[in-house]
């Protein structure tokens, strides 16, 4: 794939989002749900819970959560990304809604947080604050799960992060519950992901 050309450098707007979906130029885009996800699903599946996708993308996961009988909201800030979601979703389009993550209220209490490309789409500079949104935004004993990219080079997105720093940023809210290598990454994240769970503590 050649890549397009690009006007906006700023990934904390919506605009440079836009541009990439507008031109389908998505290489972050799984088109599917991932192995780990569907394994903790299916871990779950007596017990659904109220899921909301930061930075959804595409969204191929609210199908499958829906699917589940899970309770899911998708968000993005991207109209473009909003728009792609719900033509590929068709009716269950309406679990996705146009909004900025640092401000968007959830119709309901949420119990699970589903991270993938979210963390790293950010400028570091925003990651303290959306860890403290995670943790504003669940419960004690709620959890956010997903995949983290860990890479040494500045230049993003994706932004990696480093064990240390993640750590540091997490536990002051939240207890690692699970972490593991991912048998399914693409190729942009191929040997850098890890499926993690953090469980919210008391604070
Ligand atoms: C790299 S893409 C990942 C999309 C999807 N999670 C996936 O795995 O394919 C990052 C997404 O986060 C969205 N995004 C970035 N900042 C956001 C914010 N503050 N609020 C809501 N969405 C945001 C972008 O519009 C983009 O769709």
Redesign the pocket.
Do not use: E, K, V
């Given at each position: 794939m050649t890549t397009p050309t690009f006007t906006s450098r700023d990934?904390?707007a919506?605009q440079f989002?836009d541009e990439r979906?507008e031109q389908a130029f998505?290489p972050?885009?799984?088109g599917g749900v991932p192995a780990d996800l569907q394994a903790f699903v299916q871990n779950h599946a007596v017990q659904p819970l109220v899921t909301l996708?930061?930075?959804?993308?595409?969204g191929h996961e609210v199908a499958y959560l829906h699917a589940a009988g899970w309770d899911v909201t998708a968000?993005?800030?991207?109209p473009a990304?909003v728009m792609a979601a719900r033509l590929l979703l068709g009716a269950l389009g309406e679990h996705v809604c146009e909004?900025?993550?640092?401000d968007f209220i959830p119709p309901r209490a949420v119990q699970l947080i589903y991270e993938?490309?979210?963390l790293c789409?950010?400028p570091p500079r925003l990651w303290p604050q959306v860890v403290a949104r995670w943790a504003e935004l669940l419960p004690v004993g709620g959890r956010v799960a997903g995949y983290f990219f860990f890479d040494a080079s500045p230049k993003g997105?994706?932004f990696g992060i480093d064990i240390a720093q993640l750590d540091a940023l997490m536990t002051p809210y939240f207890e690692q519950i699970d972490d593991r290598s991912v048998p399914d990454s693409i190729a942009v994240f191929q040997g850098k992901e890890r499926w993690q769970v953090w469980q919210r503590r008391a604070d």
């Open positions: 990934p904390s919506p989002w979906f998505t972050w885009d799984r996708i930061p930075g959804c993308g595409l968000i993005d800030f991207s990304a909004a900025d993550f640092f993938r490309a979210f789409a950010m997105p994706p």
